[in-house]
């Protein structure tokens, strides 16, 4: 049954990212259902140290697409983290290593969070760091949390590969830093431990 989730997820994943292709060319029509008559974002990307849902709501609607990379880019490791956390899909994403037009990557990752909206970071089989994701029909397998080297930029992350949601493939391996106290920001991204300079994948905050 796990198997079947994670083929369906991969499968609704696989969608998404066709749509995405289709949507990436600057010049794509205003009828183009990825990308509606959406405004730019401000840019005024506000990190409230003392306040995490000020921040979330800052990177999914005021933050721009470069902006979350780079907030990426710079934070520190943090701690690991831990417990139920609510996962927000930013609107940021790369294809080969290219970013989607805001309005496409806003729309997908509105799309995609309609299928979970938390994970849950726990101890898993022999007791080691896990991390589940909470669709919503159910906890997948999940992956171990691990700490080491991002393969965007071979700084400290805190990783949790979820391979095994689809049948052992490398599509969506998490990265995350500790942004402020309460917030992670982290890139979703495939293609197993090799450094990559042009991924292909999207940007996430927990809260």
Known sequence: ?????????????????GSAFAAAPATAAPSNPLTPRL????GKCVVDDDDPQATV???????????????????????????RKAIALLPAFQVGGRLLPYGAAR????LQNKLGDTLTFTDGPGGAPWAYK???????AG????????????KPV???DFSRDFAGMP??????????????????????????SRPTGGAIALS
Not at 39 to 42: L, Q, R, V
Not at 134 to 140: E, S
Not at 173 to 181: A, C, K
């Open 171 to 196: 599509i969506s391996i998490h990265e995350y830093r500790q942004l402020t106290e309460g917030v992670w920001i982290g890139r979703d991204i495939g293609g197993g431990s090799s450094t990559s």
């Open 134 to 140: 909470d669709y919503i029909w159910g906890r997948d």
């Open 39 to 42: 405004s730019a974002p401000d």
């Open 57 to 83: 709501e800052s990177l999914q609607h005021r933050c721009t697409s470069r902006q979350i990379l780079d907030l990426f880019a710079k934070a520190p490791v943090g701690d690991a983290p831990s417990g």
């Open 158 to 160: 805190w990783t949790a």
């Open 107 to 110: 729309t997908m990752t509105t």
């Open 143 to 154: 992956g171990p949390l691990t700490s080491g080297l991002s393969r965007l930029d071979r």
């Open 1 to 17: 049954m796990t198997r079947l989730r994670g083929v369906v997820a991969a499968a609704v994943l696989a969608g998404l990212l």
